[in-house]
Structures are given as structure tokens and as C-alpha cells.
């Protein structure tokens, strides 16, 4: 008999903290007693371990644009496997990933490669500190920028989801350097510049927010946040991990035509893969080591294979039409979920809240009914479609999901709410 859920579920706890590899895998915020375990996926569809298949709109939390198994992505891949998995040394494929990047966002002359987002913005962080000789951050509430020691205060995605305010572990010095304010206030960060802007090193802020749920920056937050950097000499960094190549080719930088200093790139710059970047002026970077003294390294680094699923999709979204398509069948759902919450929406990246809204930061996301979106979650999990599990997080709308799988969408939320 074939290996099932629970099988792999009491195995999994045995040997892996909570059964999963990241906690919001753990699907316990939207009252599931186990995760499910998936075993393949293709376009628009994801087939668990029990053989049940469901439209998935969380597409491994961002990066498959093109959907699951993408033919192109796949044919990349496997030409760059048959020349070996990993060199530890330049290849022609990283020369072209960046190029890719340096081409598409407006911000960024030099790009360095990394595994994770998590260390792209570690790095972002550090890079900030040492251009500017300071140690101050301010960062915004419900934001997420990886588990990074001093990003982790008051950070959205699992945090939220998990109801994890600090974390144990982050030593109270580093803490003590990150200033935590409220997402689109403008007048808090005006205080807070005025404070500690001598000893600011940046402010770091994911231009559209999706770790709370989606929450757009409101008009002028973004342009305000890029007057107070010069101001008072602090580095502006964009985490558009999520934003990079989804809200538009360049960006959210480009969707809102605000310029940071340093940009955060992952998701999808990596195809699927494990890869993610960080980017921006060349002088800036050039501190980098070894050009400069910055020291930031990684053994897969601009890994063969994920530079290959990372050019073959950015190569693709050249073309216009994708970003056209994305705001169509964005607009389509939107249009179907509206009726049934506070649906929020920046291009191809969604929240439906459960709640009347709007939500503009945080505090606003944590008054959404949680349960129902529980709830919610299982009734339309038993119709075939799977949502994200916890209301603190996007719906990732890609070029594989069709007028089929959005209207079956529409139609199981539809038939929670009673429509
Ligand atoms: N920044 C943002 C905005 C993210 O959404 C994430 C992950 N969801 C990260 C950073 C961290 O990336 P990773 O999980 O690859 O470490």
C-alpha cells in the first residue's frame, strides 16, 4: 500500500521538529491535526501523498510563476544537471542570472547571489551597516525579511501566524538595534528619524507587504520612506523577495517607481531552486568582499541548477504580455473573492481577509477572524483547492492558473460564505 499522510506525519515528528522543515508547513493555524505531504505538482495543480489534487494558489510560497513541473524550467535544469550539480567556482549561468536581474530592476548595477532570502537580507543588512558606519535598523511590523537575528522582532509569516512576537535565542544587543514601527506611518518614522537618524545604518520594508496578508504601501509611504533615508544619511533596502518579478518585471520599485538603495531579491529569481540575491549601485556592492572588506560567502552560491530555472523563467517575463496576463487573472479572482471579505490585492499577489478592512499594517491584519479563515480553509481544502494555510499570508496568483482553476476557486469560497 502506498505511504500515507499520517504515516509520514508520525515518522516526521520523530524525527524533525513539529514533522516539518519550516513551521508554517505545519498547517496548524487553519486547524489541520496534520500537514499535508505533498508528492508532485503540475501548472496550476498540486497532488498530495493521498492522491487527492487541489488548484494551488500557494505555489511553494512564491517562486513557480509558471506553475509546477514548468516544461521550460524543467528542460533548463536538467541540460545544466547533465554537466554536474555544483563547481564552486564562476559559471557562465551566474553571468547570465545577473544579467537577467541588473536588466529588469531599476535599482540594481551589481548582484551577488545567495541561497535564501534569509541570507540575502542578512547580508543586505550587514552591507548597509558597514557603508554607513552605523547599527541602527528600523523595520516595520508584520514584515518579514527571513530569520534573521535582528529582523525577527514583531515579524510577520509564521511569527504572526504562530503568535511569536520575539523569538528566544536573538541576543538583547542586536534586538536593541532594530526599532520596530507601524507599517504606512509615515509620522512614526518621521519621529524615529528625527530620534535615531544619526545612528540610522537603514530602513528596511517590504515595498508591498505579504507576510500579514497582502497590504499595499499607501500613496506616498514608499517616496516618504526614501526622503527620510537621505535625509539623514541611512540606506534605503527594499526586501522584494516576494515583489521581485511578481508585482512587475522590475519590481515593486518599478510598479511605484521608488528607488532603493539595496534591493532583496528571492522566490523567483531562483525558478523554484534555491537561490536568491541581493543587489543594487555598483560602488555600494563593490564593498563587498573580495573587492572590498564586507565579508559575505556561500559554498552553493549561484548553484549551476538554479541559475539555470532562474534565467529560463526571467528570460520569459521580457515579454509584457505575462505582466498582463498576471494583472488579468489577478483582477479576475479579486473580482470573484470581493463579495466575501476585505480582498486585497497588488498585481499577482492576493489576501482575502476575514474581516470588513481596509488593513494597512499589522494591527489592522490582527483583527481578521481567524477561525472563520480556519474554517474557510478546510471546506474549500475538500473542494479541491488550497489556500494558504494561515490568513497572514498571499495567495500567489501565476501564468499556469487559467479562468478554470480561478472560477473553481471563486466557487468554493462562494459555497463557504452560502453564495
Ligand atoms: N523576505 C521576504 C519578504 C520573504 O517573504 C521571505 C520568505 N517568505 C524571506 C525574506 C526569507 O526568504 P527565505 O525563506 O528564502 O529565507
Redesign the pocket.
Known sequence: MAVTRSDLYQRARRLIPGGVNSPVRAMRAVGLDEPLFMRSGAGALIEDVNGNRYVDWVLS?GPLLFGHADAATLAAVEEALRRGTTFGAPTEGEVELAQEIVDAVPSIEMVRMTS????A?MSAVRLARAATGRDRLIKFAGN???HVDALLASAG?GLMTLGIPSTPGVPRGVAGETIVLPYNDVDAVAAAVARYGEGLAAIIV?PVA??MGVVPPEPGFLEALRTLCDACGALLVF?E??TGFRVARGGAQERFGVRPDIT?L?KIVGGGLPA?AFGGRAELMERLAPVGDVYQAGTLSGNPLAVAAGTSVLRRLRDPAVYEALEARGARLEAGLAPFGCVQRVGAMMTLFCQDGPVRDDADAARSDTERYGALFRHVLARGVYLAPSQFECMFVSLAHGDEEIDRTIEAVGGFFGH
Do not use: P
Open positions: 510560497w535564501s532570502g534569509t541570507e537580507a518579514y525579511h527571513g509569516s517590504e505579504g507576510n526586501d523577495v516576494i532583496v528571492g536568491a
